[in-house]
């Protein structure tokens, strides 16, 4: 598995993947994802299976930072990992990388929302050192409920 930052020519490929892991209206829109992508205080890096020709997205995660009075806090707007690819560890160091970048850009401290049912998503970061910090009840499209993990963020794990 290669991780790399993302690069332009990945947009199709990106998006194939977040129409296979989301449903509306859960599922970002284009041109939202395109914002993401773009904000220069994020960063977004990719997981790539194969090479050349045969070569195809296995996942990807979106991070961006924002500084405050307080200071630089970073938020997780999405890990992604194809059906068929999971299971094998890729969201563990997608989300490694992204704390790097985070921890790169300044910050002391990481969060995000997670679907209350999301139980694998709910795992994955419990397992990598997030705690519950509160929860959303009319987070998503639908009133649907969210949880919100953080952690600080300490020097980088190797
Ligand atoms: C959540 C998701 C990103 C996990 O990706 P993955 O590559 O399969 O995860 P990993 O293999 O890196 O697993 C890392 C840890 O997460 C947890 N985990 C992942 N999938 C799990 C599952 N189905 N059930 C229970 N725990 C799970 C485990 O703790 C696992 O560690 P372990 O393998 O040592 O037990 C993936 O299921 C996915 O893309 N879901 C759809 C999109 C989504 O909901 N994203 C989260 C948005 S907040």
Not at 41 to 60: V, Y
Not at 69 to 77: F, N
Not at 146 to 153: E, I, M, N, Q
């Amino acid at each position: 598995m290669l991780y790399r930052l993302y690069q332009p020519a990945d947009f199709a490929a990106l998006y194939t993947l977040e129409e296979l892991c989301f449903q509306p209206p859960v599922r970002y829109s284009r041109a939202w994802m395109r914002q993401l992508i773009a904000n220069p205080n994020s960063a977004t890096w990719i997981a790539e299976k194969n090479a050349g020709e045969n070569k195809t997205m296995a996942g990807f995660a979106i991070v961006e930072w924002t500084t405050m009075p307080k200071g630089t806090v970073a938020y997780i707007q999405t890990i992604e990992v194809h059906p068929e690819s999971r299971r094998r560890g890729i969201a563990a160091e997608l989300l490694r990388r992204t704390e790097d970048s985070a921890r790169a850009a300044g910050a002391r401290s990481i969060w995000l929302h997670v679907d209350v049912e999301n139980a694998a998503a709910i795992q994955l970061y419990r397992s990598r050192g997030y705690a519950q910090r509160g929860r959303e009840e009319h987070y998503y499209a639908r009133h649907r409920p969210a949880f919100v993990y953080a952690k600080p963020l300490g020097p980088p794990v190797r």
